[in-house]
Nanobody, 121 residues
Framework: QVQLVESGGGLVQAGGSLRLSCAASGRTFSSYGMGWFRQASGKEREFVAAINWSGGSTRYANSVKGRFTISRDNAKNTVYLQMNSLKPEDTAVYYC??????????????WGQGTQVTVSS
């Protein structure tokens, strides 16, 4: 079992940046793949980015490629999502997820509670 707590969301103007953090409890964090997903109002939850257990492999949705960067610090049990050049269409609740297989395939076995990101035009 792992608990995930996101932080760093907020209101930002288009073109701005935010960094989301997801702190994980437990000693198994370094063996898990981690991912970020988002859900805009009235839409289904969608994959944003994922990173494997070591940080050596990452995947991104086409809509964020080149603007967002996922990273992790296993010593701090934390995964990050650096979001640059934000657009109004990036507005959503962002969720952190843990993949117990350790890979960056976008699987989610555990979820955080989410953090709101709002991008104004």
């Amino acid at each position: 079992q792992v608990q995930l707590v996101e932080s760093g969301g907020g209101l930002v103007q288009a073109g701005g940046s935010l960094r989301l953090s997801c702190a994980a409890s437990g000693r198994t964090f370094s063996s898990y793949g981690m991912g970020w997903f988002r859900q805009a109002s009235g839409k289904e939850r969608e994959f944003v980015a994922a990173i494997n257990w070591s940080g050596g492999s990452t995947r991104y949705a086409n809509s964020v490629k080149g603007r967002f960067t996922i990273s992790r610090d296993n010593a701090k049990n934390t995964v990050y999502l650096q979001m640059n050049s934000l657009k109004p269409e990036d507005t959503a609740v962002y969720y952190c997820a843990a993949d117990t297989t350790g890979w960056d395939h976008g699987r989610a076995d555990y979820w955080g509670q989410g953090t709101q990101v709002t991008v104004s035009s």
